[in-house]
Every structure is written in C-alpha cells, then in structure tokens.
C-alpha cells in the first residue's frame, strides 16, 4: 500500500515560482511512473506532468517551458518546479503513482493559488 504526500503549494502572484514536493512510502518507488495532477473548482483532475522510472518526461502543453518535473529515488521524492506562474494555473495540484496496469493511487492534494 503506497502512500503520497504533497507540501509546497500556497500563494504567489503571478509570475513568481512555487516546488511542490511529494513523498512517497513504502518500496519500488524508483520503478515507478509518478505523476502531477491538477484540478480546479467545477473542473476534472487533469495530467500537468508525469515521468518515468527511465527518467522521461511529458507535460500537458499549457506549462511546457515554465514546469519542470523530477524525481529523486534515494529520498523517495518527486517534485514539481513551478516558473512563471498564471492565474489559471490555481488548482489543487495532486501526487499520483501509476502501478502495472494503469490505476493511480493519489495524495492528499496542496492548493496553489497565483494572484493576478
């Protein structure tokens, strides 16, 4: 049974920078796919950004260039850095794992909020 948590989100105006961070517990996280969410009020959890256990990365095409996603196997941590940060960028930004057959078990969630 994993368990994610989420920390780093808050608010900051538009422009700034945020890291989100997620921990991860028990074993197997370096062969993993981790993965960030997002999901606004009256809005589905949409991908942000995900990457391999191979260290390959994709994001959804609204934050290529200004999010950067990365993981650290010896500490069982992944992060988000977040740059240049939008208004439309607030959400609830989640921590997911994706096991063999393509379920995500989730964290707990870390609101960011970016002021115009």
């Known amino acids: 049974q994993v368990q994610l948590v989420e920390s780093g989100g808050g608010l900051v105006q538009a422009g700034g920078s945020l890291r989100l961070s997620c921990a991860a517990s028990?074993?197997?996280?370096?062969?993993?796919?981790m993965s960030w969410h997002r999901q606004a009020p009256g809005k589905q959890r949409d991908l942000v950004a995900q990457?391999?256990?191979?260290?390959?990365?994709n994001y959804v095409d609204s934050v290529k260039g200004r999010f950067t996603i990365s993981r650290d196997n010896a500490k069982n941590t992944m992060y988000l850095q977040m740059n240049s940060l939008k208004p439309e960028d607030t959400a609830v930004y989640y921590c997911?794992?994706?096991?063999?057959?393509?379920?995500?078990?989730w964290g707990q969630g870390t609101q960011v909020t970016v002021s115009s």
């Open positions: 028990g074993s197997g996280f370096s062969t993993k796919t």
């Open positions: 997911g794992v994706l096991d063999f057959y393509g379920f995500r078990t």
């Open positions: 990457i391999t256990s191979g260290g390959s990365t």
